[in-house]
């Protein structure tokens, strides 16, 4: 079945160093991609998306490419902040009815 | 409403008690999901509503959980002779239909119902 493969955390960084959260993926057919963040005592919520290959999503400075040829929807970001801490979770939604299926997540931890 | 709402947001059982869990989704949304997110886990599905039929209750995990959906709104899980391994965040989701049709699908989350299971 589909599934979602994520790097393991947790991710500690300085502030102002590049991110780059791992994400590859299994799928039937063309699934869509997502990455959603969960910060401390908060509820996921929507980072980005992409519906297509080479489609880039990109939010608060966060993008990832959605890569077909290497079933890859990496997260990057520049420059990171002590308020990206958070846990990262990579996603895809297929043809399984609408849902979503999740990585494991990814603990990202910024120290000024 | 203008989010998903979950109560409680706090839960604290005995082992063998049934267990009632709330979602009330955002106004207008008929797609309607339920995940489980265990201590250093990620989120596990347990099943989806469209309207109030379960087109994919695959997540369940045994026969002591169930979920229904009324109204095309309000959803609650259940949770019959609770086990310590139950002990989990519960997260809502809801979505618009047509998002799902169209494999785009974006949900929004609730805050969670903890589960602790004594």
């Known amino acids: 079945g589909d599934s979602v493969t994520q790097m393991e955390g947790p991710v500690t960084l300085s502030e102002e160093a590049f991110l780059t959260i791992n994400c590859t993926y299994t799928a039937t057919g063309y699934p869509s991609l997502f990455w959603y963040v969960q910060y401390p005592g908060e509820g996921l919520q929507l980072l980005l998306k992409?519906?297509?290959?080479?489609d880039k999503g990109s939010n608060k400075g966060f993008e990832a490419t959605y890569r077909k040829e290497t079933t890859s929807f990496h997260l990057e970001k520049g420059s990171v902040q002590v308020s990206d801490s958070a846990v990262y979770f990579c996603?895809?939604?297929?043809?399984?009815?609408?849902?979503?299926?999740f990585g494991q997540g990814t603990e990202l931890s910024v120290k000024p | 409403g203008a989010g998903v709402s979950q109560s409680p947001s706090n839960k604290v059982t005995e082992k063998g008690k049934d267990v009632e869990l709330r979602c009330d989704p955002i106004?207008?949304?008929?797609?309607l999901y339920w995940y489980r997110q265990s201590l250093g886990q990620g989120l596990e599905f347990l099943i989806y509503?469209?309207?109030?039929?379960?087109?994919?209750k695959s997540g369940l995990p045994s026969d002591r959980f169930s979920a229904e959906r009324t109204g095309g709104s309000v959803s609650t899980l259940t949770i019959q002779r609770t086990q310590q391994e139950d002990s989990a965040v519960y997260l809502c989701a809801s979505s618009l239909a047509a998002t799902v049709l169209s494999g785009a699908n974006v949900l929004t989350f609730g805050a969670g119902s903890r589960l602790t299971v004594l």
């Open positions: 992409a519906t297509k290959a080479d």
């Open positions: 106004s207008g949304h008929t797609a």
């Open positions: 996603a895809l939604s297929g043809d399984q009815g609408g849902k979503l299926i």
């Open positions: 509503f469209q309207g109030n039929s379960a087109p994919d």
